[in-house]
């Protein structure tokens, strides 16, 4: 079974960055990759995802944000620049086998890791 665990989290203040990380048990050249992330009260919302050497990211976050893979295929990176109040929720990485922004059709997650931004 595919374990994803994402370290990296923290408090941060507005303006900052954090670099996220998410660490598979298998190779994940065969999945396509994916950050998600839910605060409360909120439905679970896409951020960006990866598969082979195509990037997609939602609105809020294009031009801040950079999701990449390491050479060895087995960590996934999330590169959060300019944060903001709003960036605040729990960040869960995600595997799944075809490309979807869509969080009910993921596969397999992690168990999150939380992301707080302070103004």
């Known amino acids: 079974q595919v374990q994803l665990v994402e370290t990296g989290g923290g408090s941060v203040q507005a303006g900052g960055s954090l670099r996220l990380s998410c660490a598979a048990s298998?190779?994940?050249?065969?999945?396509?990759m994916a950050w998600f992330r839910q605060a409360p009260g909120k439905e679970r919302e896409f951020v960006a995802t990866?598969?082979?050497?195509?990037?997609t990211y939602a609105e809020s976050v294009q031009g801040r944000f950079t999701i990449s893979t390491d050479n060895a295929g087995s960590t996934v990176y999330l590169q959060m620049n300019s944060l903001t109040p709003e960036d605040t929720a729990i960040y869960y990485c995600a595997a799944n086998p075809f490309l979807t922004r869509q969080s009910d059709q993921v596969a397999f997650w992690g168990q999150g890791t939380q992301v707080t931004v302070s103004s």
């Open positions: 990866t598969m082979w050497m195509r990037t």
């Open positions: 298998i190779r994940i050249t065969n999945y396509a």
